[in-house]
């Protein structure tokens, strides 16, 4: 895909999209060819890219942007973005942004969330604008899927849980509703590469059916 009248050399690990409309385009940045393959596999590819980090991202917080793209996994999420580094009393080119929603989409364990927070540090450290325009997202993956049986004139259901307190909230109900809990049957994602296309689809990348949160900067 091209911008403008120039050619970029886009980076490896991207699996681009169709669209260059900003207004539908998306990018998520997954850790690892495993996860990133089930999320290639899983994502329309006329508006969804994917980019495999390689491992968990830099601490950038205290890198000094000149030094940023001596890490190679960060100049290629720039080059991916079309965005150079700013900080937030920059006004920077925005002009050559190549997706409208960019989203962490890491596993729904405790590492998963260490990701998240590495790559939330890029952004609001180097890429601010892109948080302050309403740019950055984070996707929600789920940690468990529960199988309900059906119940009298209740059908059966399969249910996603983000976490523990969910997890344990799906267990109150179906014991409300008379179901016993050995009949209720319970899965935990080690990660998104153990999840088949059709479950990340339907969790994490479905516009109908994902939990897509939106970061913002409350207070500075």
Same mark, same amino acid.
């Given at each position: 895909r091209k911008k403008s009248s120039s050619v970029v050399m886009l980076?490896?690990?991207? %699996?681009?999209?169709?669209?260059?409309?900003?207004?539908?385009?998306?990018? /998520?940045? !997954?850790?690892?060819? %495993?996860?990133?393959?089930?999320?290639?596999?899983?994502?329309?590819?006329?508006?969804?890219?994917?980019?495999?980090?390689?491992?968990?991202?830099?601490?950038?917080w205290e890198v000094k942007r000149e030094l940023l793209f001596s890490n190679a996994e960060i100049h290629d999420i720039a080059v991916a973005l079309g965005v150079d580094p700013h900080d937030e009393k920059d006004n920077p080119d925005l002009s050559g942004l190549r997706y409208g929603k960019v989203a962490s989409m890491t596993d729904a364990d405790v590492d998963g969330a260490h990701i998240a927070v590495l790559l939330l540090t890029l952004f609001y450290r180097h890429f601010p604008k892109l948080i302050e325009r309403g740019h950055i997202y984070i996707a929600c993956p789920p940690l /468990?899927?529960?199988? !309900?049986?059906?119940?009298?004139?209740?059908?059966?259901?399969?249910? /996603?849980?983000?976490?523990?307190?969910?997890?344990?909230?799906?267990?109150?109900?179906?014991?409300d509703d008379g179901i016993k809990r050995e009949s209720v049957s319970i899965q935990r994602f080690k990660g998104l590469g153990e999840m088949n296309p059709g479950q990340l689809w339907e969790t994490a990348l479905n516009p109908d059916t994902r939990r897509l949160l939106k970061v913002r900067i409350e207070d500075k």
């Amino acid at each position: 895909r091209k911008k403008s009248s120039s050619v970029v050399m886009l980076p490896e690990k991207l %699996s681009d999209c169709e669209s260059s409309d900003l207004g539908d385009t998306e990018l /998520y940045l !997954v850790e690892g060819d %495993s996860a990133g393959g089930s999320a290639k596999q899983a994502r329309d590819k006329r508006f969804q890219a994917v980019y495999r980090m390689r491992g968990k991202a830099l601490n950038s917080w205290e890198v000094k942007r000149e030094l940023l793209f001596s890490n190679a996994e960060i100049h290629d999420i720039a080059v991916a973005l079309g965005v150079d580094p700013h900080d937030e009393k920059d006004n920077p080119d925005l002009s050559g942004l190549r997706y409208g929603k960019v989203a962490s989409m890491t596993d729904a364990d405790v590492d998963g969330a260490h990701i998240a927070v590495l790559l939330l540090t890029l952004f609001y450290r180097h890429f601010p604008k892109l948080i302050e325009r309403g740019h950055i997202y984070i996707a929600c993956p789920p940690l /468990y899927k529960v199988d !309900v049986p059906g119940h009298g004139k209740r059908a059966a259901k399969k249910i /996603y849980a983000l976490d523990e307190e969910e997890l344990r909230s799906i267990l109150d109900r179906a014991r409300d509703d008379g179901i016993k809990r050995e009949s209720v049957s319970i899965q935990r994602f080690k990660g998104l590469g153990e999840m088949n296309p059709g479950q990340l689809w339907e969790t994490a990348l479905n516009p109908d059916t994902r939990r897509l949160l939106k970061v913002r900067i409350e207070d500075k």
